[in-house]
């Protein structure tokens, strides 16, 4: 499990890598310390969406069947 701090209106980058191959990437959007309900969250590959979702009344997302390679999540 690796952890990633995102601020508000900021850009992020992590590295990691799947052990499974395809794997799965999940996380929680908060701000001002609270859960932000509904908040977009995108794959990204090669500038295309490839996967998009919403976070719960949690904050949280999860993204399945994530393949190999260099991606981005916003």
Not at 8 to 33: C, E, H, M, R, Y
Not at 36 to 51: D, M, S, T
Not at 57 to 69: E, K, L, M, P, T
Request: hydrophobic fraction near 40%; charge should be negative.
């Amino acid at each position: 499990f690796q952890g990633v701090l995102v601020s508000s209106n900021q850009n992020t980058t992590a590295d990691f890598f799947l052990k499974n191959s395809p794997g799965a990437v999940s996380g929680t959007v908060t701000g001002n310390n609270e859960p932000i309900i509904g908040a977009l969250v995108e794959l990204i590959k090669n500038n295309i969406v490839i996967f998009s979702t919403r976070t719960d009344i949690f904050g949280q997302f999860f993204i399945d069947s994530v393949a190999q390679g260099s991606h981005t999540i916003t």
